[in-house]
Structure formats: structure tokens, C-alpha cells
């Protein structure tokens, strides 16, 4: 496909470090992302030119990878979402990132369908409408032509919702911040109503499937193993790709279809006025004098009833929790290789996202408790890193940190207080140490007056660039 | 079945009911008017869960061990105490000492009777009790209390353990330590999205009989074991699982009534191999019989149903339909999830079992062919039913045991199925040495062809597998006390436990045990008194030692779990000699000791299962976390 030049420059340079934004950057060429005249043998360059862009919205991720080419620089897309603590800045960062990649990108990959990965294909689709796209890669759970996929994903989003319809009657009896929490988990799934009564994440999907200017892209679905295919301005640039996840199980997928459709088959009655579930005739209704003084030795009638209630674990907070879950370990985990640099954004992999790629298999089963060789070959390779999850303790097996080059980079996209125990602080701290120091978190710049830097994050490290009052955090390699 | 007479462990002496007053004193003691108390209470029961469809005559009878009662039923063992807590009330307690009801076994079947459904927990449960103290030779307790950072419970509370037939309106069941009891659920299902039941149907999970054995299951094994709850790897969950789901269906199937008409109805067949040529036997190749072999299977249809219409998952089904070859062999390596991969356990037992009954049978097959019989199309005669049903319900009760004892005869932590075959094996030699049905190369083969295997076993044979047995005579434990089938007293207790402890001190190293690592305490030690097969009595004790290290996650995860080793000792009495008492002889030391990898493994489970991390915000739940939580595990999330 041939491609426009005039609009493939970047706003910054990031090597000049010089505050960008003015209408005259633009248009002047950068040495950055857009220098390398590439060859085939790009690979003999190194990996000048390669760059990664944090945009600071919230707790979500959006990152452009922007690779140097023959013809100047290509971008990709690596999800574009916010979701709790939304500081308001997405459009803003739609914007300058349409303008970074000229309004067009090689390549868009949703990691997973949760809101804080893809709102801003929703919020901000008339800006996608002007951009164009030439390949879309998503995990395979989305393609709609795989029928179990479609029902689980079906039956997730609609547990979800349910769920979410449970927390906002919890929350009408008063004000509760885990409810509220558990309430942004389901709702991270659906995306929540928009004003149509369209489920916000339905209005981004249909963005990401045929929202984009012009032709729209072709659209790969990918599980752990695969070829994947890249553009071919990328791959002539000497990019390559390897899908390490999610894996697929095809019978786990038709069990947890089926276990959501039975939660939905119960919760059901849960809307129920309690007149209507009376199970039995009134003339069957007791006291506590029907028993004797020994029924309720040893505990004592009042004690035994606090047991009785508090021995009832709180199902639907587990329900959110785990399908939370569910939709991480969906993530498609992207590892990068460039000019001998290797990257790997791993989306919000949890650890049965994980384990497939660290120990073949379920860990623990037979034959899967040791990092397997190629993970360790992978890992200790490795020089960038896109912390998972926002930074949680799950999201980043230890024995994943064990195994990543020392000196590697890292960067994090996350925002404090928007769930429990995310960012996990000794998990970065962690990784920080892994990584000597060169670890940036999107809370360390400021996004507008209204979200001033994170103190507690401290400042970003030396190995990062982030002109002032820009929505970014820039690496370049 | 009569045997199961022949040695009581608790005598449950009807105190409420005892004899009126003394009168004058006769001079004849060999005669009496008083009225013996009768040894069995037969009550009524579902034979199915009802919910699953109508069923003619759906009703069996269970025999328990006579008590006297209290309205609620209100017994030694087991409290029922029925306050539903959703609809926030009492319903009224089934007296089942009423004379109306003592002559009619209680209340009959009802789904809207919650008296039945009173008498029907009770029963069960009772019955699945009386089983398992049966098999183990002794009486078991209930756990008061998580474990010995937690304060003991009053007195008293480790003997009764509460059912609550209708404790919540929603579709789970489940065993509650907090509770000390069980919770029975009943839910109303969807009238537009009804799943497997009928629109609006209500459904109580305390009418199935499977759910209330295989909840009194979980609270038997926690009872016996103190750390056996602790999910320290793949195997944990699944096996409680697979292992309260395998007592549910050998008791169920040790009910031949439940039996009969299905295998009248079917021709018998339990399975193709039945209907296969005699040549393949005549040959004297014993080949394991997988249950899956037929759909038409009734046995396999019965199991299946396991639970289904109360909302529990249908993975049993899918186990047992899946063929034992190698490549069914690969779930092991696959399915995690507790009831999948716990289904394959159970598939593995039942593909013994059927082998087993299958051998048993085979013979009654070629009679009935021998004169002409035809299984192939007809009805099976109903004395040759009889008799099948016979034989499916001795073998089911026979592997109810097996199974049972296999419990004695684990580690005291981090329990795998391969352990579990060991312990199944071991135990079944130990007290059946002779196997003339061939049962413990039944569970070898159906095991190896499902995948399971144990750790450094150097290969798939009895001599492998068998727990190694410790050299007569060269471990002793002296000073220890056994007393009677009744149980100890608590001066008895702390004396076997200062004994106990100071024996793990001073052979550490026999043991295996890192004596700087840590203290090693006892558990729990079981006395045991059974009668072997050769008509002698044996006494002998089932020890746990455990020793608990306090190891921190690292690498970026804060706080620290608890890493146990620990071994099971399984010690004799041997009678006296030249009138002296020989020293309790330890028999078999059955080991899950320290090893950088098991502790490497253990800490990557709990992070893995998201267990590193404290909810609580004092940081202290005690080690709650690190135990299962039936409640959640029985809603699959
Ligand atoms: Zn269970």
C-alpha cells in the first residue's frame, strides 16, 4: 500500500529532547523514529531510530511503537484504553498520537478486550476515523468466526453486566468503596453503558473491526505459537514478531462458557422479591424454642448464627474477581524483535497467561515446574519490557523477574488507588533493581494541571525523555 | 451388611433414653423384661436427587446406628439445625423419636416437607459417618478450629458437627470449618434461563444424596488431617474433590437397591466387555475395563449425575467418558482446574472398580449364557439382576473402604495422586494381603493409563509403589498408649503427644527431618483397632508429624507462607511376648520431607493462586488464605 510521506513525521525528537507540539515540528523530519534509510539488512543499524511512547491518561495502557523503515518511520498501536481513575487526557492523547504517527499506523494490537486497554477506540473514534490502518491483531478470542469464542466472550461480557447490575445495588444501600471497586472490575469488561445503551467496549470493538479510515485492515487473531503476519514496510525494516500468548484450550473455554452460563442461569433469581423464593409453605416456619438447650451447645444460639452468616463468603465479589482474571490471561503477549533488540509487551498476562510461556504447560502438572529453555533464552535476551497489569504482583511471575537480562528497560503504565495493591510496589521495586534503575511509570510526568506527577512515583529516570507539558514519556533505543 | 457389625468403634449409648429406674434388685442376672434398644434407625431417603426428573419409586432406605433424638435431629455426632438464612427463620425440627414416625422410618419422601429434608441430611450423612469410622477402625473427630494458632473451641465442639439443610438461597453447598458445619443451599431456577432444571423449579442441594455424603466427606478428611486442606500444589483441590466425590458414588452404589432396577432395565450391561466373546477372557488376560467403554453404561450414567441438577459442574461426566489411552493420558498434563482434574482420580478408580466387577461377574454371565440366556436384548432375569446388583454393590462397598483407609496411609501435607495410588496400594496390601480378585493391579493399571503416577517411583510396579515398610523392629516408640476403641483421655493424649514429639527429636534424622528447620509437632495420633482378614485383632496408630517453616515469597513479593514437612508413621502393638509388652513398633514412615524444589514449587503455587497477597489490611488472616475454601471452590470461581 503506498503511503503519504508528508504526514509521517513525529512531533518530537527525542534525541534533541526539544519540546514539540509547535506546528512547524510536524512537518520538519526527525532523525528519531523516521532517520534510517533502511535496507533489508537493518538489522546491521542496530536499533537507532526504535522508539516506545507512554501516553499518560490514566490507569490504561497506550503505547506507540514507532520503527525506522526504509521510507521513514512505521508505528504501531499497542492498545489505547483508560478506565478507572480516567484523568481526562485520553483525547488529547488521541490527538497528539494521530499527529505522531501522521494519521497512519501499520499496525494496531489489542491485547485484550477490558476498558482500559481499548475505551479510547470508543471515546475517540471520530479521530480513529481518520486514520488508517492496515493490519488489526488481536487475541484469538475475538475472532468472530471461531463460534466458542464468540460464546465465551459473549457469556463473560453478560456475566459481567449482571455482576456490575449486583454492585450498583449493593452501592444504592450506601456508599462502599469495595463494592465500587468490584463494580470498575465488571466494569472494565463491559466498558459500561454509554448513552445509547451500548456497552462502551462493544462501541470500541466495532472500532477496532471496521472503525478506521478508509479500506479497513485486515485482522489476524492470534494464540500463543503462531506465525503472525506484519506489514510489509515492517518486516522488510527487519521487525519480526512472536506471539508467546494466550494459549489455547479449547475445553477449559467450553467448561468456563458453561459455568458462566450456569451463573447466569442462578443470578437470575437473585432479582427475585423474597416472597417468590419462599421454599416452603408457612405452616413449616419454626422458632428457635422448637429446639432444645442442646441443639446449640456448644457455641450458644447467638454465636452460632454470627458462624452461620459469616462462614458465606461473598460469591459475586469472587465472580468479578476471577472474570477480571479471565480477561487478562486473554492478553496477547507480543515480543518484538528489532535491529537486536527484543521487546515484549505482554498486556495485562496473568499468571494462566504466564505459565504456558514460562513452563510449557499448566505449572506444576507433570513436566512444568522449570522455566523452560526457550523462556529462559527469551527472557534473558530481553531488553525492553512493558510491565503487565499496571504493575500488579500477578501480572509478572517472579520467576519471570529472575529471568530478564539485567539492565533491561522497563515501563509502566498505571495509576495509584484506582485498585487495591496495583501498582504493587515491591514488584516494581523488583523489577527497578532488575532493571538498574531504568524503569519509567507513566504517573512520573505531569498529564495538564489537573494531574500533576505522582511524588511518590519519584522522578523519571535519565534513560527516559519526557518533554514538558507533552502527555508522554518517550524511550528510544 | 452384616460385617460392618462385627467391631464399633463409638458406642453411642442412648443417655437421654436410659433404662428406667433401677427397680428392686433381682437375684437373677441373666434375665430381664426391659426392652433391648434396637441397634439400627432406618430412615427414608431419595435414592436420586429428585430434582433431576421424576423417578418411580425414588426412594431408599438407610439403616443408622441407633440413637436417641432430639427434635432437629439433635444426636451425638451430627446437629441439625435448619435456619434458613436468607429467608431469615426456623422451620420446624423433624422429631424423628415421634412413635408415628419410628414405625414408619421416618417421614416419606417430600420435597416440600422440610422435616424430610431434615431426616434425609441427617441420615446420609450419619450413614456416610458410620462408613468411614468403619473403614478407619476408629472414631473421628471434627476440626474445631483451623489450626493451633487459632484458640480451641469449647468443649465438646469436636464431637457434633452442625448440618444446615437450607442455609442460604443459592446454588452451593459446601463444608465450613467457620461454621463447623455444612451449608446446603437451595435456589429457584431461572424461569427463562433455566439450564438443566425445570423453569421456576426450586432445588435444594441438601436432597441429593451425593452432595451430603461428599460434603460430610470434606469434613471427615478435614477432621482427620490438619494441614490436608492447604492447595500446595496442582493435585490439592482436585483431590478433595475426586476424593469426596469417590465416597458419594461407592456409598451410593453400595446400595443395591439403587442397583436393581437399572441393571434389570439395561440387560446388565455394565459395560461392553461383558458382552464381548468368552475367548478374550478364557485367554486369562485380565485387561482393565475402562468405563467409558459404553455410553449405555447405567453405572456411568448414575455417576454423572453427580450434582448436576444442583448447579455443580458436569466434568465428571466428561472424565468418564474419556478414553483411558495415552492420549486421555495427556489431561493430567492439561487440566487444572479442580473438578476436571479430579475427575480424572474418580475415572481412574471407577475403570478399577468395573474391572473388578467385572472379574466378579463374569462367571454369572456364562451361566445365564450357558442356558441360554441372552443378554443382548431381553430384560435380565431378576435374580440374575439380584445377583449382579449384589456384586456392583459389595464391589462399590469394598472400594468405599479401600479409599478410606488409603487416607492413613498419605503424607500429612502436600498430597498428589500419585501419593494417593501409593496410599491406596499400601494400604489395600496392608490389611488384604491376599488379592485373589486382582484389585490392586486394577487401580495399578487404571491409574498408569490415566497418567497418574508418583514421584520416585522408579517404575510402574507393586514393589515400586508400595511404601517402603521400615525393617522390623528398628524404629520403636516406647511409651506410647493405644487404649480402646472409645478413645483417650486427655491426660492419655498429652502423654502421647510429649512422647511423640520428643520420638521426632531423637530420630530426626532417621525421619528425615532437619532438626534445625524447625519444631516437629504431632498433630494428631489416631489409635486403631480393626480386624484383619485372618480373624486377628490388630491395634496400631496413625501418627502425623509436622514440621512447619515460615518461608518468605521474595523477589518483589512481600510476607511469607508456611512450608511444612512432615511424615505419616503408621505404628503396631504387637501383643505380648513371654507375658511382656513389646514396644510400639513403627511399621511405616510415609514421607513429604523438605527439598529446595518442593519449597520452590509450593512458593510459585501460592503466587500463582494468588495467594501471596494479604486482603485483610492488618496483614493478618493467620494462614487462612493458604486453605482451601470449599465455599468457592463448589461455586467453580
Ligand atoms: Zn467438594
Known amino acids: 500500500m503506498p503511503r503519504s510521506r508528508s504526514t509521517s513525521a513525529t512531533s518530537s525528537s527525542p534525541r534533541q529532547r526539544k519540546p514539540a507540539g509547535s506546528g512547524t515540528a510536524r512537518k520538519q523530519p526527525t532523525r528519531a523514529a523516521d532517520a534510517a534509510p533502511a535496507p533489508a539488512g537493518a538489522a546491521a543499524k542496530g536499533a537507532n531510530g526504535l522508539r516506545v511512547r507512554m501516553y499518560r491518561i490514566g490507569f490504561g495502557d497506550f503505547f506507540l511503537l514507532s520503527v525506522p523503515t526504509g521510507s521513514g518511520a512505521s508505528h504501531i498501536l499497542i492498545d489505547c484504553g483508560v478506565h478507572a481513575k480516567d484523568l481526562g487526557s485520553m483525547r488529547a492523547a488521541v490527538t497528539q498520537m494521530a499527529k505522531d504517527c501522521g494519521n497512519r499506523l501499520a499496525l494496531v494490537i489489542m491485547t485484550h478486550r477490558h476498558a482500559d486497554h481499548i475505551s479510547g477506540f470508543g471515546s475517540c473514534a471520530d479521530i480513529f476515523a481518520q486514520i488508517e490502518v492496515e493490519r488489526v491483531w488481536m487475541p484469538w478470542f475475538e475472532n468472530p468466526d471461531n463460534p466458542k469464542a464468540a460464546a465465551f466472550q459473549a457469556s463473560l461480557v453478560a456475566m459481567a453486566g449482571q455482576l456490575g447490575r449486583q454492585f450498583q445495588m449493593r452501592l444504592a444501600a450506601g456508599p462502599d468503596p469495595a463494592s465500587e471497586q468490584l ?10 453503558l454509554g448513552v445509547a445503551g451500548i456497552a462502551a467496549n462493544q462501541k470500541a470493538l466495532n472500532v477496532l473491526h471496521g472503525g478506521f479510515k478508509g479500506s479497513q485492515p485486515n ?37 468456563m462458557t458453561n459455568k458462566n452460563q450456569q451463573y447466569l442461569a442462578g443470578a437470575t433469581e437473585s432479582s427475585d422479591q423474597p416472597e417468590r423464593s419462599k421454599p416452603f409453605a408457612n405452616a413449616f416456619r419454626g422458632k428457635r424454642d422448637d429446639y432444645g438447650d442442646k441443639a446449640f451447645a456448644p457455641y450458644g444460639f447467638d454465636k452460632m448464627l454470627r458462624m452461620l452468616e459469616g462462614s458465606q463468603p461473598d460469591i459475586l465479589a469472587a465472580q468479578a474477581q476471577a472474570a477480571d482474571k479471565t480477561l487478562n490471561n486473554q492478553s496477547l503477549v507480543v515480543l518484538f524483535c528489532f535491529g537486536g533488540k527484543n521487546l515484549l509487551f505482554a498486556g495485562d498476562a496473568q499468571w494462566g497467561n504466564w505459565e504456558n510461556f514460562l513452563y510449557g504447560g499448566a505449572y506444576g502438572t507433570p513436566g512444568h515446574t522449570q522455566l523452560t529453555a526457550r523462556a529462559q533464552d527469551i527472557l534473558g535476551k530481553i531488553d525492553f519490557y512493558k510491565v503487565g497489569h499496571h504493575g500488579s504482583a500477578n ?5 519471570a523477574v529472575k529471568a530478564m537480562r539485567l539492565g533491561c528497560v522497563g515501563m509502566c503504565s498505571t495509576q495509584e488507588h484506582a485498585y487495591n495493591e496495583v501498582p504493587r510496589a515491591p514488584l516494581l521495586e523488583a523489577l527497578r533493581q532488575r532493571m538498574n534503575d531504568q524503569l519509567a511509570r507513566s504517573d512520573q510526568i505531569a498529564a495538564g494541571t489537573d494531574a500533576p506527577a505522582n511524588p511518590d512515583a519519584g522522578p523519571l529516570p535519565k534513560a527516559f525523555s519526557a518533554p514538558a507539558h507533552q502527555l508522554f514519556i518517550d524511550y528510544d533505543f | 451388611m452384616p460385617h460392618r457389625q462385627r467391631f464399633t468403634c463409638d458406642d453411642v449409648t442412648p443417655s437421654g433414653a436410659a433404662p428406667a429406674a433401677h427397680q428392686e434388685v433381682s437375684d437373677d442376672i441373666f434375665s430381664t423384661a426391659e426392652i433391648p434398644f434396637p441397634s439400627e434407625r432406618p430412615l427414608n431417603v431419595y435414592a436420586f436427587d429428585p430434582s433431576l426428573g421424576k423417578f418411580v419409586g425414588n426412594q431408599m432406605v438407610t439403616h443408622v446406628r441407633y440413637e436417641s433424638l432430639e427434635p432437629g435431629p439433635i444426636g451425638e455426632r451430627f446437629a441439625v439445625l435448619d435456619y434458613d438464612g436468607s429467608q431469615k427463620t426456623f422451620y420446624k425440627p423433624v422429631n424423628l423419636d415421634d412413635p408415628k414416625l419410628l414405625m414408619t422410618n421416618g417421614l416419606p419422601p417430600s420435597e416440600a416437607d422440610p422435616r424430610f429434608h431434615q431426616q434425609m441430611v441427617y441420615a446420609v450423612a450419619s450413614e456416610t459417618l458410620q462408613r468411614f469410622e468403619f473403614a478407619l477402625g476408629r472414631r473421628v473427630r471434627w476440626r474445631t478450629r483451623l489450626d493451633h494458632s487459632h484458640p480451641p473451641a469449647p468443649r465438646g465442639a469436636s464431637r457434633r458437627l452442625n448440618l444446615f439443610p437450607h442455609a442460604m438461597c443459592e446454588a452451593n453447598a459446601f463444608y465450613s470449618p467457620d461454621a463447623h458445619g455444612i451449608l446446603f443451599g437451595y435456589f429457584k431456577a431461572s424461569r427463562t434461563n433455566p439450564g438443566r432444571n425445570l423453569p421456576g423449579q426450586t432445588v435444594f442441594t441438601c436432597l441429593s444424596h451425593d452432595i451430603i455424603v461428599h460434603e460430610t466427606t470434606h469434613a471427615i478428611v478435614d477432621g482427620i488431617r490438619e494441614h490436608f486442606m492447604e492447595p500446595t500444589n496442582v493435585d490439592v483441590a482436585a483431590f478433595h474433590e475426586a476424593f469426596a466425590d469417590l465416597a458419594a458414588l461407592f456409598l451410593h452404589f453400595s446400595h443395591k437397591e439403587v442397583l436393581v432396577d437399572t441393571l434389570q432395565k439395561t440387560g446388565g450391561k455394565l459395560f461392553e466387555f461383558k458382552l464381548k466373546g468368552d475367548a478374550e477372557l478364557a485367554q486369562g488376560a485380565t485387561p482393565a475395563i475402562q468405563s467409558q467403554l459404553s455410553t449405555e453404561n447405567p453405572l456411568i450414567v448414575l455417576a454423572t449425575q453427580f450434582g448436576e441438577a444442583a448447579g455443580r459442574q458436569s466434568s465428571l461426566r466428561s472424565a468418564l467418558m474419556t478414553p483411558a489411552t495415552s492420549d486421555g493420558a495427556k489431561e493430567i498434563a492439561t487440566k487444572i482446574e479442580p473438578h476436571e482434574r479430579g475427575s480424572i482420580l474418580v475415572a481412574a478408580v471407577f475403570d478399577a472398580y468395573f474391572t473388578v466387577y467385572g472379574r466378579r461377574t463374569f462367571d454369572l454371565f456364562r451361566i445365564f449364557r450357558a442356558g441360554g440366556g441372552n443378554v443382548d436384548k431381553s430384560d435380565l432375569p431378576a435374580p440374575l439382576a439380584n445377583r449382579l446388583a449384589m456384586e456392583a454393590s459389595r464391589t462399590a462397598e469394598e472400594f468405599f473402604t479401600i479409599c478410606a483407609r488409603a487416607l492413613d496411609y498419605c503424607p500429612p501435607v502436600d498430597i498428589t495422586f500419585g501419593d494417593f495410588l501409593r496410599a491406596l496400594l499400601t494400604a489395600h496390601l496392608d490389611y488384604t494381603p491376599d488379592d485373589p480378585d486382582h484389585i490392586r493391579d486394577a487401580l495399578m493399571q487404571a491409574f498408569r493409563l490415566r497418567g497418574i503416577v508418583a514421584d520416585n517411583a522408579i517404575s510402574f510396579s507393586e514393589d515400586a509403589l508400595f511404601w517402603p515398610k521400615v525393617v522390623r523392629g528398628s524404629l520403636r516408640v516406647p511409651g506410647l498408649i493405644f487404649g480402646d476403641p472409645n478413645g483417650l483421655t486427655k491426660e492419655e493424649k498429652d502423654h502421647n503427644g510429649d512422647v511423640l514429639r520428643a520420638f521426632a527429636v531423637k530420630h530426626a534424622d532417621k525421619l528425615g527431618f532437619d532438626k534445625k528447620a524447625g519444631e516437629i509437632a504431632a498433630p494428631s495420633f489416631h489409635p486403631m483397632f480393626s480386624t484383619g482378614k485372618d480373624g486377628k485383632l490388630y491395634v496400631s496408630m496413625v501418627v502425623e508429624l509436622v514440621q512447619t517453616m515460615r518461608v ?81 471452590l463448589h461455586a467453580g470461581v
Do not use: C, W
Not at chain 1, 223 to 236: C, N
Not at chain 2, 560 to 588: S, W, Y
Open chain 1, 183 to 192: 463494580l470498575s472490575m465488571a466494569e472494565n469488561i463491559t466498558g459500561g
Open chain 1, 219 to 255: 485482522h489476524d487473531y492470534y494464540k500463543a505459537g503462531d506465525p503472525p503476519t506484519l506489514p510489509p514496510d515492517l518486516a522488510a525494516a527487519g521487525l519480526t514478531a512472536d506471539i508467546l500468548g494466550p494459549p489455547i484450550d479449547d475445553a477449559l473455554i467450553g467448561q
Open chain 1, 395 to 399: 501480572a509478572t511471575p517472579k520467576d
Open chain 2, 552 to 632: 518468605p515469597f521474595g523477589h518483589g513479593v512481600p510476607g511469607t507462607f508456611p512450608l511444612r514437612n512432615g511424615v505419616t508413621l503408621l505404628i503396631a502393638q504387637d501383643p505380648p511376648e513371654h507375658d511382656k509388652r513389646p514396644d510400639p513398633r513403627v511399621r511405616f514412615v510415609i514421607p513429604k520431607l523438605y527439598q529446595p524444589e518442593r519449597e520452590e514449587r509450593v512458593r510459585n503455587f501460592y503466587i500463582g493462586s494468588g495467594r501471596a497477597t494479604t486482603t485483610s489490611p492488618a496483614g493478618h488472616d493467620g494462614d487462612k488464605r493458604f486453605r482451601l475454601d470449599f465455599a468457592l
